[in-house]
């Protein structure tokens, strides 16, 4: 994992740049497995009553979902970034590299999230992961999305929107579908007609501004369409967390975890 990062502060922050970068083959495909195999073993501990914290597990929530096995029912763990591959994963020099050139000297991991996207399973329809998080500074925030298996248009790839990075923060409204996963919400005010699909291969990695607009459509297929996602902000960060009935609270999901200082590794032991 060796990339060339020199042009990803601009390709991500200019007006006239796409706001995202893509790393081909960046891992090998046997990293994306063993974390596949980590999931599925927390996914099937939690589905038995055992312990899995920090960990959190968010089962598919639409309409007539089935499987025989724990994992088949999952949509996505959260919180993953401080265990086993996936805090090793934040380690690589050339995950540092891209941090370090896409966000500064000082950069923390505040979200981790493993999404199976099995069989049959919804997309996430349009929306700027800003969106999310009500930061301050707003950015530079960044997510790093990898691709465990195949993405393709029949599993439900990624969707992006090149240049919509520089777009403020648009309205998000509640996704319509009845049954579509917790916290779902979309963009609709917005033209999508310039969008490009992301047909990746195993150890992809795709690295993308927190404004970027972007979904992902339904796997349709009849395999599973597994991604990783971390995302990282400047260390120093406030994050105000989520308002519920007009009070703000930390959000769960998020846990900030330094990854970088003064442009060196934290080490994955510490
Ligand atoms: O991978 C997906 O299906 C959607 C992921 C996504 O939109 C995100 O991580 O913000």
Redesign the pocket.
């Known amino acids: 994992m060796s990339p060339d990062t020199s042009g990803i502060a601009a390709d991500l922050r200019e007006r006239d740049r796409p706001g995202f970068v893509l790393f081909e083959r960046f891992a090998e495909q046997a990293v994306g497995e063993a974390m596949l195999d980590e999931v599925v073993a927390i996914a099937r501990d939690a589905a038995a009553g055992r312990g899995v914290a920090p960990a959190i597990v968010m089962n598919e929530s639409q309409p007539g979902f089935s499987g025989e096995l724990p994992e088949d029912l999952v949509s996505k763990i959260f919180r993953l970034h401080r265990r086993g591959s996936f805090r090793r994963f934040l380690a690589d020099p050339g995950v540092t590299r891209i941090l370090v050139d896409a966000i500064g000297p000082d950069v923390d991991c505040f979200l981790s999230?493993f999404?199976f996207?099995n069989p049959g399973a919804w997309?996430?329809p349009w929306?700027q992961?800003q969106y999310y998080f009500p930061f301050e500074p707003a950015r530079p925030v960044v997510?790093l999305?990898l691709a465990v298996t195949e993405a393709t248009l029949e599993n439900?790839c990624?969707h992006v929107l090149p240049g919509s990075h520089a777009e403020p923060v648009h309205a998000h409204v509640p996704d319509a579908r009845p049954g579509s996963l917790y916290g779902y919400m979309e963009i609709v005010d917005h033209e999508m007609s310039g969008a490009t699909p992301c047909l990746l291969s195993p150890g992809d990695l795709l690295v993308f501004d927190s404004h970027l607009m972007?979904?992902?459509t339904d796997n349709v297929s009849d395999g599973i369409?597994a991604?990783m996602?971390w995302h990282c902000a400047a260390a120093g960060t406030v994050d105000r967390g989520v308002e519920i009935g007009g009070r703000w609270i930390s959000n769960p999901v998020n846990d900030w975890l330094p990854v970088v200082r003064d442009g060196e590794v934290v080490s994955a032991e510490d």
Do not use: F
């Open positions: 999230q999404i996207k997309g996430q929306h992961d997510g999305w439900g990624l972007h979904r992902s369409r991604a996602v």
